[in-house]
């Protein structure tokens, strides 16, 4: 078994991918408001700041900033995951391996994630994040999606609200596997 390592840096800023199993599902735009109800929570017993986020159907990206002497976002994300697990009615195709580890068939058992270095790294992945939504083809202007912290960054005047309307691809470069 691959030994998978993760770098822990304390009150950090990462960007996450988090995949559904079934990569074909709309499960999380079907339950958004569990998920951010979920998110909602496990941010009330274990802080973190959520600098970008997008929800698409079948996975999400997000920009989170760990307070000082702490780097446990793997217990966030494992909350999160089983608190939307449990939220949801059973019936997912399950594999024999999840069975015998008691597991749900909604999540992919592990996550991606990436230390941001500095500025231009943090600015390059919350485009990445934002961008997302037209780079999968579910709308062709970013403030057409409705499960984006776009919306927040136009309100504080960080993006105009045609930002990347002509589809121009910010995140070029950019992606899961940086």
């Given amino acids: ?8 840096l304390s009150g950090g800023c990462y960007f996450f991918t988090v995949n ?7 499960l999380l735009v079907d339950a958004v408001d569990l998920l951010r ?31 000082p002497n702490d780097s446990d976002f793997a217990t966030r994300w494992a909350l999160i995951k089983a608190g939307f697990s449990h939220g949801l009615p059973h019936g ?4 024999e391996s999840r ?3 008691g597991e ?4 992919q058992r592990r996550f991606w994630e990436h230390a941001i270095r500095d500025e231009d790294d943090y600015r390059r992945h919350v485009d990445y994040v934002h ?8 709308v062709t202007r970013v403030v057409a999606w409705p499960y984006s912290s776009f919306h927040r960054f136009v ?5 105009p609200m045609d930002w990347a309307g002509r589809g121009d691809d910010p995140g070029v470069g950019l992606g899961e596997r940086l």
Avoid: C, Q
């Fill in 155 to 159: 309100g504080r005047g960080v993006y």
């Fill in 1 to 8: 078994m691959p030994y998978y390592r993760r770098y822990h």
């Fill in 37 to 67: 109800s979920v998110v909602r929570t496990v941010r009330s017993r274990h802080p973190f700041e959520i600098d970008a986020m997008v929800i698409l159907p079948d996975h999400l990206h997000a920009v989170w900033t760990l307070p």
């Fill in 99 to 101: 069975r015998r580890r």
């Fill in 92 to 95: 997912e195709s399950t594999s």
């Fill in 104 to 107: 749900r068939g909604i999540w």
């Fill in 20 to 26: 559904l199993a079934e990569r074909r599902k709309t």
């Fill in 131 to 138: 961008f997302n939504p037209v780079k999968h083809g579910h």
